[in-house]
């Protein structure tokens, strides 16, 4: 964690910049069609040097890697694309390397046209444990005249790496593939309040996975997302952090498993996870651009869901949370003016936030333009009353401090849930 830490400093923010500069976060929502279209799907395999016995590989979950050139002497030039266009820019990356004697080498991460670097590089020997690559490694090129925001990000970077024997990994957030998410819901299915069951099947046959947290037939409700975007690995952090404390057997867990059921869908989109895409699903569409037409299988599976479990319960949703990424930690909130089964119980809660961490200012973006839905925000609010908001956790978020914000805020928000039930 300390690593992180670090990180985030050398990156230029800290817990106490950030709120001096705030990310102004981005605006209106387009309409866009939502129907398939086609992919590309990048080529698997090895690319192999044998004049320098070097190898790099994206044959893995999770790999994006499109092509790598020898510049010559120990300089290489990775290329990165998208699965289709157009897409927002944010490239994701993420391959292995080694060669049969130790030696360094210096890569260029080149993207296509027109794209930024988006997402800082970590280093890992096992693919599960992750460090972020030491900055003196580091180099930017054609960076943007910003100081902060999305506009700052250079073109094409290069990095140095230590390579040999050992494979190396590298990628721009930590892997949380399909496997690592099944691996996670399987070790919270250990407690018998929370069970796990498919809700339906992504573009191409996976498993969307749904937790139940508290008892089935429980009429008090909320619905909890991550990752419909695949790169967006700190939000989903967050999000696991948010779910264990709900899940955990502390006393405000257990009261407020007896009141309210949590339902999480922690991967939405595994096609674009393990086929590492940038922010598609299989069938070439944005998700959280599709919760008016749903012609999505995996927008489609929550719709069906959520509308079966209001006529099996005849209960209410009165939460609703879609954890994301971006440039930094931003609450995309509905304006308070728009009251749903809870009023007022977000803002209420953010400023709570606000009070318990120190030195913390929530950054919140409220919107009263909630139709059409378009948005898992919109949809959870219009259609069933429940109070939501998208939660966008910074790609640069120290670790330990996105872990902590997802405890607080879970356990704020089952204090503030149970007091205005009773």
């Not at 309409?31 to 992919?39: D, G, Q």
């Not at 390397?97 to 890569?107: A, F, G, P, T």
């Amino acid at each position: 964690m300390k690593n992180f830490i670090v990180l985030f400093l050398i990156l230029g923010f800290s817990l106490v910049t950030v709120q001096a500069q705030k990310f102004q976060g981005q605006g209106p929502v387009e309409i866009v069609p939502t129907a398939s279209k086609p992919i590309q799907k990048q080529w698997k395999g090895n690319y192999s040097f044998d004049d320098e016995n070097l190898t790099f590989s994206n044959d893995f979950q999770g790999a994006r890697l499109n092509g790598i050139i020898h510049n010559g002497n120990d300089i290489y030039t990775a290329l990165i694309t998208s699965e289709n266009t157009p897409i927002n820019s944010s490239p994701w990356y993420a391959f292995k390397v080694w060669s049969k004697e130790k030696k360094q080498i210096n890569l260029i991460l080149t993207y296509q046209e027109s794209v930024k670097h988006r997402y800082y590089p970590k280093l890992s020997h096992d693919g599960i444990h992750w460090m972020p690559l030491d900055s003196i490694n580091y180099t930017e090129y054609d960076k943007g005249t910003k100081d902060f925001d999305p506009d700052s990000r250079p073109l094409k970077v290069k990095i140095k790496l230590e390579v040999g024997p050992d494979t190396l990994w590298v990628a721009g957030q930590e892997l949380h593939t399909s496997k690592h998410v099944n691996n996670w819901i399987n070790t919270q299915v250990q407690q018998s309040y929370i069970a796990q069951k498919s809700i339906g099947k992504s573009v191409e046959g996976r498993d969307l996975k749904l937790l139940t947290i508290g008892k089935e037939t429980g009429k008090n409700m909320l619905i909890v997302i991550s990752r419909q975007h695949p790169p967006e690995v700190t939000g989903y952090l967050a999000m696991k952090s948010f779910v264990e404390t709900i899940g955990s057997d502390s006393k405000l867990a257990k009261r407020f498993r007896r009141k309210f059921t949590t339902y999480v869908v922690p991967l939405m989109n595994p096609d674009g996870v393990d086929n590492g895409h940038w922010r598609h699903n299989a069938g070439g569409i944005d998700l959280n651009r599709d919760w008016a037409n749903f012609n999505q299988p995996e927008t489609q599976a929550v719709r069906t869901f959520m509308e079966n479990k209001i006529k099996e319960t005849n209960g209410k949703f009165y939460f609703g949370i879609d954890f994301h990424s971006t440039w930094d930690d931003i609450y995309y909130t509905v304006d308070e003016k728009l009251e749903g089964n809870m009023p007022n119980l977000a803002p209420d809660w953010l400023k709570k936030i606000k009070e318990t961490i120190d030195q913390y200012d929530p950054n919140i973006s409220p919107s009263d333009k909630m139709e059409p839905t378009i948005i898992s925000r919109n949809y959870f609010f219009v259609n069933y009353g429940a109070e939501a908001l998208v939660f966008e956790i910074g790609d640069n978020t120290p670790r330990d401090f996105l872990i902590k914000k997802g405890e607080i805020s879970a356990n704020i928000l089952m204090e503030m849930m149970l007091d205005r039930l009773d």
